[in-house]
């Protein structure tokens, strides 16, 4: 042997009995250093855990009746990693399932392939509600279905239709982003969250856990024994809200009857308790309930040429708030002792400024009025002034500061996901707009004119103006709006109470107040007053005040703000209808019909104050 030929032998060699080491040490790790963690995923093959779904907490009203529920729904399901691995033999079990079930069998392919892209983890849901016969007839040939079963699911029921479904929100599958956020890390994909509403608000106090039940399988996956071992499932907690649901459905029904786009809030002055909040038009959330729900439906709930109905316009809705502004101008003045309320003030029916000429609506002359007249009749005159006269060097932008601490300009922190804060526009806001060439011009002494009565950039929500009424009505307390009242468990016991701390209090003295809601109560009660023709009579003496704002390039917009009852007040109650018209033509009738419902009034109890004409405003 040569040792050129030697050498290569070792060489081999070598390398052979180093594979072999490397092989040896391999089956020595995978047997005894390893050899329990892959004995346990072998025992794991022979076990499978079933997830049993947990049914989510019921949501009621205030007394306890019933708003959301749960039922048991028989739900198809199609497992995509148990179907045939064979395309010919997959499509043949598709093909039949299609002839059961009266789906079209591009439908159910197209729909385990998009759910199994979305949730790859999760059975795909082909359809609920499925009828008994066809259970019994998957069962009986379930060798013909592999993958296809049938299991009970929990899905939302709403025994009220579509009554408060935007304070409601809707359920659906959790996400896979959603599943990347801390408050979801314990949940698996196929799981039911909150996406909206309190049902997102709350939705851990809602979700409840779910159980498991661990069975041992064959080599091909099927049950067999009993049970190893069985975890129920813990139901979520109830969440009572503190809406009064007859009070919900008057006021939906009253801010509906127009046919317009709208929102109502009433609202406890003191805690903040919301009694009734809706907005129009509306949406029937069990439409989410649907495994699939097509983009065309979902579309046209945000479309805002088909009415936006997603949207929560008592929370969502930027608008002018036309003359029941004029509050927060009164209180301004009042408190940097810009007027006096007793003080006069002669009201021509105009005001100009810089060559621009404002008026009153309907070029109304009032002459010389106080505060309480001002407000009785809705002088917009009075108001141009001391729009024009409050920023000052000495005192900048009062009325903007006292619109901020009366709550606009901020969301109200109400426990609703994606309120919107508004605006109350500035010098600094619309000239740095104008720096920018986003605007035409600079802020200019009309901006603030127009301010003072509502009018121009300004952007509220109802449930901001309610806060504002509702802070003069209480003599300076800023209440944070809730809807939840209480925590409880499935067994009644309470878990939590909801009561949230005021936002602030203002230091507002009597007279501000007194003087603010004698005007109003005037305005609705007495002759004259804008909204004396809707509530001249009523047997509960209320202060509320007519709004009619300015949105082109639609229609006026119809504004109610109410308190009531007016020397002791317990409810506030605000309205919008946009494109309503006047004030007093539709939001405060509707306000009126939800009074009614608070007080129980019945129509025999009003006196009939006859057709006498408000002023218009």
């Known amino acids: 042997m040569t040792s050129q030929f030697a050498l290569r032998v070792a060489i081999l060699g070598g390398g052979a009995l180093v594979m072999f080491f490397i092989i040896f040490f391999r089956l020595w790790y995978l047997e005894v250093l390893s050899g329990d963690k892959y004995l346990e995923q072998a025992q794991n093959n022979r076990v499978r855990e079933v997830k049993v779904q947990a049914p989510r907490g019921e949501i009621v009203d205030r007394n306890g009746e019933v708003l959301v529920g749960n039922r048991t729904s028989l739900a198809l399901q199609v497992k995509a990693d148990e179907l045939p691995a064979n395309n010919r033999e997959e499509n043949q ?22 759910q199994t892209k979305l949730l790859p983890a999760s059975p795909v849901t082909l359809k609920r509600d499925v009828p008994y016969e066809l259970v019994l007839y998957l069962q009986e040939r379930q060798q013909d279905f592999p993958g296809v079963s049938v299991e009970r699911v929990y899905v939302r029921n709403y025994p009220g239709g579509d009554l408060a479904s935007h304070i409601f929100g809707y359920v659906r599958e959790v996400t896979p982003q959603q599943l990347k956020e801390p408050q979801y890390k314990r949940l698996d994909p196929g799981d039911t969250v909150g996406q909206t509403g309190v049902e997102l608000a709350y939705d851990s106090q809602l979700r409840g856990q779910s159980g498991a039940t661990r069975v041992q399988v064959d080599a091909l996956g099927r049950p067999k024994g009993e049970p190893l071992s069985d ?11 503190t809406i009064d649901s007859e009070l919900q459905q008057t006021g939906e029904a009253a801010i509906g009857q127009f046919g317009l786009p709208g929102a109502f809030v009433a609202m406890d002055v003191d805690s903040g308790e919301v009694l009734g909040m809706g907005s129009t038009p509306t949406f029937d959330p069990s439409i989410y309930s649907k495994p699939r729900i097509p983009q065309q439906v979902v579309d046209q709930l945000y479309d805002e040429d088909s009415g936006a109905a997603q949207t929560n316009r008592a929370i969502q809705g930027l608008y002018p708030t036309g003359s029941t502004y004029k509050l927060i101008t009164a209180t301004a003045a009042l408190e940097d002792g810009l007027i006096t309320p007793g003080e006069i003030v002669d009201d021509p029916g105009s005001y100009t400024v810089g060559g621009v000429t404002f008026k009153n609506a309907g070029d109304a002359v009032n002459g010389a009025i106080n505060l309480h007249t001002a407000l009785q009749v809705s002088s917009d005159v009075y108001f141009y002034k001391l729009g024009h006269e409050a920023n000052t060097k000495e005192q900048p932008m009062p009325i903007q500061e006292w619109a901020g601490r009366l709550g606009l300009g901020s969301p109200t922190g109400i426990d609703l996901p994606s309120e919107l804060g508004g605006l109350i526009p500035t010098p600094e806001w619309r000239n740095e707009l104008y720096k920018d060439g986003n605007t035409d011009r600079p802020w200019s002494a009309g901006d603030n004119i127009n301010l003072a ?53 203002l230091d507002i003295s009597p007279q501000t107040s007194d003087s ?3 005007g109003l109560h005037a305005a609705a009660m007495e002759p004259g007053g804008t909204s004396y023709p809707v509530f001249g009579g009523f047997p509960v003496e209320v202060a509320g005040k007519t709004g009619t704002a300015e949105r082109p390039p639609n229609g006026d917009q119809s504004w109610y703000v109410a308190v009531a009852p007016a020397d002791d007040p317990e409810i506030v109650v605000a309205a919008t209808i946009e494109q309503g018209g ?13 009074l009614e419902d608070y007080f129980d009034v019945n129509p025999g109890q009003v006196d009939d104050v006859g057709d006498e004409a408000a002023v218009i405003e």
Not at 231 to 241: D, F, I, T, V
Not at 460 to 483: C, D
Not at 582 to 594: N, Y
Request: proline fraction near 9%; aromatic fraction near 2%; hydrophobic fraction near 40%.
């Open 93 to 114: 079990v598709i093909e039949r399932l299609a002839d059961v079930t009266g789906m079209d069998a591009d439908r159910i392919e197209k729909e385990i392939k998009e």
């Open 231 to 241: 975890e129920p499932p813990m139901p979520g907690n109830n969440l009572r809200l």
């Open 453 to 505: 009565v509502g009018q121009g950039d300004l952007q509220a929500t109802p449930l901001q103006m309610a806060v504002a009424y509702a802070t003069i009505a209480n003599a300076g307390t800023v209440p944070r709006p809730h809807l939840a009242q209480r925590v409880e468990d499935a067994n009644g016991r309470v878990v939590q109470e909801v009561t949230p701390a005021p936002r602030r209090q």
């Open 516 to 518: 603010i809601l004698d």
């Open 582 to 594: 006047f004030g007093a033509d539709s939001a405060a009738p509707a306000v009126r019909q939800i």
